[in-house]
């Protein structure tokens, strides 16, 4: 079946430091990819999204690029803020597979000033 | 326009009771998902419904759980009897239409813990 996985966290960074969150996935089709972030006690929000091989998707100074040749979707940031820190999941649907999101399990991201 | 409204945000509920769960799509939103959360686990899908229509029930235990979407009114997660190890968090999402591209958006959530 269809499976996400993403580094083990916690991942603790100083400010402006530079982020990568690992994210690969098992899936068969082209599915589409996202990243969603947590903050405390809150649901999730999309932080960006890709849906073909190579596509790029960016906001908030994040960015993740499709890459189907190793089945990856890494989350990077060049310089975070203490705002940032929340639970990222990285998640994948398809057609074909009812569109639920199959997440994997978190990574959360501590950013100490 | 509002976003996914989900209430109760905390349930406490004793072993043997029922708990409700309710969520409220976006307004022009007919798709519905939802999702467990355990605590430090990712998010697992559930169940997803259309107006009237349970399309994916993949996800739902066998027993005790079940889910509506009524033609009038917001999406119902009934879980019957609980147990201590449905306490967790649980999300609705909802999106306008059917895609793999199309953004589910999350509601806040509703915590339930089983005493």
Redesign the interface.
């Given at each position: 079946g269809d499976s996400v996985t993403q580094m083990e966290g916690p991942v603790t960074l100083s400010e402006e430091a530079f982020l990568t969150i690992n994210c690969t996935y098992t899936a068969t089709g082209y599915p589409s990819l996202f990243w969603y972030v947590q903050y405390p006690g809150e649901g999730l929000q999309l932080l960006l999204k890709a849906t073909k091989a190579d596509d790029k998707g960016s906001n908030k100074g994040f960015e993740a690029t499709y890459r189907k040749e190793t089945t990856s979707f890494h989350l990077e940031k060049g310089s975070v803020q203490v705002s940032d820190s929340a639970v990222y999941f990285c998640a994948l649907n398809r057609l074909g597979g009812s569109e639920k999101l199959v997440f994997g399990k978190g990574t959360k991201l501590t950013v100490n000033p | 326009n509002a976003g996914?409204m989900q209430n109760p945000r905390h349930l406490v509920r004793r072993r043997g009771q029922e708990a409700r769960l309710r969520c409220s799509p976006m307004k022009g939103h007919s798709?519905v998902?939802w999702?467990r959360q355990l605590p430090?686990?990712?998010?697992?899908?559930m169940v997803?419904l259309q107006k009237e229509n349970i399309?994916?029930e993949?996800?739902m235990p066998k027993e005790r759980f079940s889910a509506e979407f009524p033609k009038e009114g917001p999406s119902i997660l009934r879980i019957q009897q609980v147990v201590r190890g449905d306490s967790a968090a649980y999300?609705c999402?909802s999106?306008p239409s059917?895609?793999?591209?199309?953004?589910?958006?999350?509601?806040?959530?509703t915590r339930l813990t089983v005493t």
């Open positions: - | 996914v798709h998902y999702y430090e686990e990712g998010l697992k899908f997803y399309i994916d993949s996800g999300f999402a999106s059917w895609g793999a591209a199309h953004e589910q958006y999350f509601g806040p959530g």
